[in-house]
């Protein structure tokens, strides 16, 4: 045998203990949260890139508008599995504002890789798909930073019990009859 497991300077039992706390249950943990947020955001890059490629080259859309579109699709991808998984807490309690914020975060960070193809293909030369490589890793970043800090954060002061009191709170004044 070329090594042994004994010689690693990981153990697979670690790994396996580790394994749950990284991909199961809920977690305010920041680097956890990167974690699940980095493959969430592999899933949805997939996604945009494998759209830009076939509508750029299988249905010959304008590589910009090819980009937009598939751009959506990983953001809708992304929203989908980030709010049911990665983030647990919510700053906002009304998930239609949730909803809207998040797509109006994503149509920023729309434009940041727009103007990241466009600088980068038409001005700098570099084929399309190297360049949104590069536009998706500055996005990424932005899309982690702006969701967490304006979405998924409670307020300083503001506790997941004293939430949880304010909605039932709500939830019975708008179930007793109004005088």
Partial sequence: ML???????????????????????????????????????????????????CLTEFFHVHYLASAALAFTLGVVTNYSISVAWVFDKRAVR???????????????????NQLLMYVLTDLAGLYYLLSKIISTGVTYVWNFVSRKVILFTLPPGEHEDTRAEVDRAAARAELSPVE
């Fill in 3 to 53: 090594f042994q497991l004994e010689s690693l300077p990981w153990r697979p039992r670690k790994v396996t203990r580790i394994l749950p706390t990284l991909l199961q249950g809920e977690t305010d943990n920041t680097l956890i949260q990167l974690f699940r947020y980095t493959l969430v955001g592999g899933m949805a890059f997939v996604i945009d890139f494998g759209s830009l490629f």
């Fill in 94 to 112: 009304n998930s239609w504002v949730e909803l809207f914020i998040f797509a109006l975060l994503g149509v920023m960070g729309l434009g940041l």
